[in-house]
């Protein structure tokens, strides 16, 4: 069973930054393409950044020069590097595994991100 822990979230002014964190619990990420996803209230679930296993990266266009998502094998995470940020950003974000063949899709609980104008 493979479990995905978010942190890093929290209270910041528009124009500040935040780094959250997508822990695993076994060394899976490395091997399954991780999103980070959020979801304001009223709206529905948005995905916000990927990256695969080879380490190819997309974003969704509202955040593209701002957001970087990066992985770091040795200590099972994924990090979502979040710059210039904006009231319309406020959302709990969430980070999942895709399911392939081997394995299913995991996500983890989510944190709150709050931008204040």
């Known amino acids: 069973q493979v479990q995905l822990v978010e942190s890093g979230g929290g209270l910041v002014q528009a124009g500040g930054s935040l780094r959250l964190s997508c822990a695993a619990s076994?060394?899976?990420?490395?091997?399954?393409?991780v999103d980070w996803n959020r979801q304001a209230p009223g709206k529905q679930r948005e995905l916000v950044a990927s990256?695969?296993?080879?380490?190819?990266?997309s974003y969704t266009d509202s955040v593209k020069g701002r957001f970087t998502i990066s992985r770091d094998n040795a200590k099972n995470t994924v990090y979502l590097q979040m710059n210039s940020l904006k009231p319309e950003d406020t959302g709990v974000y969430t980070c999942?595994?895709?399911?392939?063949?081997?394995?299913?899709?995991?996500w983890g609980q989510g944190t709150q991100v709050t931008v204040s104008s």
């Open positions: 999942n595994t895709r399911s392939t063949t081997s394995f299913k899709s995991v």
């Open positions: 076994r060394s899976i990420v490395s091997y399954m393409t």
């Open positions: 990256i695969t296993s080879g380490g190819s990266t």
